[in-house]
């Protein structure tokens, strides 16, 4: 296999932006005629490797070879006159104009006749290549403005196609398609594998890498950690190069033992609102109590109504000392918590600092006589920041720059130091890596440990069988199934109330 002739060379590249080192010196090869995935964290730099092979930005330092021959592409169009493309992570088509412009945008010389377009040709030609690629029901003609985002990605698809790349970048696409588009996609990287060509596929994802690629390159944090070919890949290897130590077999927590107290932290009666139809529940202190069903169920719903984001049009809930949640100023006071499933719109204001953002439920603790105290809250944020390792820049950092798991550790630093009680979670780790998911569980354990009571809400089955004390299932706005930790829950279990 090794006599594959190497397509594309990196030696040596770096690219900084201000303080961050994006890429700090990656050099590795890949041949001719293979699917090649890259792999990394959020942050560790794939996108900005793969926007420097395809001509949008250039390296600081360092050299590319495109087929042993120094490869310097002034831009993206000099990088498709090489045979290099790429499928952008963002959104990458023209609104107000047609889906056949998209799809030959640079090209329109092809169609152009005595200097007038044949536009007749283009939406021919572009209706056989979309047909092709077995993507229907997309009209050439039309104008992509309101399409949705999927059917942006698979146009984006069929342009890249189109350039008839001998190397193809395709940077996190999945995530935006579902499974038809998921299929057109691996059908087109097949495609080019038979025919010789090369493909760089860009995902957190690893089982998906596993399944499509015939060798992984990982990096993080801006570095080149290595590469294991189809016969060396292994979850368990990748997940570790990907975060740099060991990540525990099982992420989640491995005893048996169930809930530490029979003390009620907080009850819910009779609670009905929109679809929730008379739900009752008692988290108790040192518990983890999951909640799970799909998004519709009520369960969101069911957390905003315990922390008193919204007033239920029946029932009420209570904490040990007999009050009743009323607002969420008045929980903050009580020492309760809530991390919302909507990290950017509702857990974090964006367009403030980390130190705001975690000092906000806080600040009646920091005052000196009626004052905030800037070296308190200084300390409180260092504080957090050392024990969850956040990284960003300096306090002063928007939140909105963090990366997503970065930004969840400050959704859940502003919580941690106002020293809850009760924590609820919605979907903590939704969308995160595996390194921070891995440090959320354990943070849940040492709420855990130190007596608080913790609800978690959460569309997946694994984490909820994983972590919970005790799981109860939603369908349609009613408790369905009850569960206590044990060997014998599993997702088939949970899945049959479900649905
Ligand atoms: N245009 C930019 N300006 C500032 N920082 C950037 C820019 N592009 C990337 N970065 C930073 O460089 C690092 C690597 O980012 P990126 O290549 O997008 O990672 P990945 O695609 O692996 O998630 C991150 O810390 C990111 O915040
Ligand atoms: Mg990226």
Redesign the pocket.
């Known amino acids: 296999m090794n006599d594959k002739k190497t397509i594309l060379k990196a030696e040596n590249i770096s690219k900084s ?2 303080p ?1 080192k ?1 890429l700090q010196s990656v050099s590795f090869e890949i041949r001719q005629g293979e699917v090649v995935g890259l792999i ?1 964290e ?7 490797f793969s926007t420097i092979v395809a001509g949008i930005q250039k390296q600081d330092s360092g050299n590319l070879y495109l087929n042993g021959e120094l490869y310097q592409p002034k831009d993206i169009n000099d990088a498709i006159s090489h045979g290099v493309s790429m499928v952008v992570q963002e959104q990458g088509t023209l609104d107000n104009i047609s889906v056949a412009a998209n799809i030959f945008a640079g090209k329109e010389d092809e169609f152009s006749r005595f200097g007038f377009m044949d536009i007749r040709k283009m939406n021919e030609k572009a209706a056989a290549q979309l047909e092709e690629l077995g993507i229907t029901g997309i009209n050439p003609a039309q104008l992509v403005n309101g399409m949705s985002f999927e059917e942006r990605k698979l146009l984006e698809i069929a342009r890249a196609a189109y350039t008839d790349p001998q190397l193809l970048l395709i940077d996190e696409t999945t995530t935006a398609l579902g499974k038809d588009g998921r299929d057109i996609l691996y059908g087109l990287i097949n495609k080019l594998r038979d025919n010789n060509k090369t493909v760089l596929f860009i995902s957190h994802d690893i089982e998906e890498l596993m399944n499509i690629c015939d060798s992984i390159i990982v ?1 993080r944090d ?1 570095k080149y950690i290595g590469a294991l070919s189809k016969e060396e890949m292994d979850i368990s290897a990748l997940r570790r190069m990907m975060v740099g130590r060991e990540i525990a077999e099982s992420l989640y927590r491995t005893d048996d033992e169930g809930r530490k107290s029979d003390e009620v932290a907080l009850s819910a009666e009779h609670i009905r609102y929109g679809l929730l139809k008379d739900v009752s529940l008692q988290l108790h202190r040192g518990e983890i109590l999951g909640i799970g069903g799909l998004t519709d169920c009520g369960m969101h719903e069911l957390g905003k109504i315990l922390f008193g984001i919204i007033t239920p049009d029946y029932g009420k809930v209570t904490l040990a000392d007999g009050s009743q949640i009323k607002d969420p100023y008045h929980s903050v006071k009580k020492k309760l918590g809530y991390v919302s499933k909507n990290r950017d719109t509702e857990a974090l204001m964006s367009a403030s600092s980390v130190r705001d953002n975690i000092c906000m439920p806080n600040l009646y603790r920091l005052a000196d006589h009626g004052l905030v105290s800037p070296k308190k809250e200084r300390e409180l944020v260092a504080k957090w920041q050392e024990s969850l390792e956040i990284k960003m820049r300096d306090q002063s950092q928007f939140v909105m720059y963090l990366s997503g798991g970065n930004k969840q550790k400050v959704s859940m630093a502003k919580w941690l130091a106002s020293d809850a009680d009760i924590y609820i979670f919605d979907c903590p780790t939704r969308g995160i890596d595996i390194g921070v998911k891995s440090d959320i569980y354990k943070l849940m354990i040492d709420l855990k440990e130190k007596n608080k009571a913790i609800l978690m809400i959460s569309e997946e089955l694994p984490e909820l069988i994983g972590m919970s004390d005790r799981v109860l299932v939603m369908k349609d706005g009613e408790i369905k199934g009850e569960f206590l930790r044990s060997k014998d829950v599993t997702e088939h279990t949970l899945i049959d109330y479900m649905i």
């Open positions: 932006f201000g961050t994006a990394g959020n942050g560790s730099g794939k996108s900005t990096l801006g």
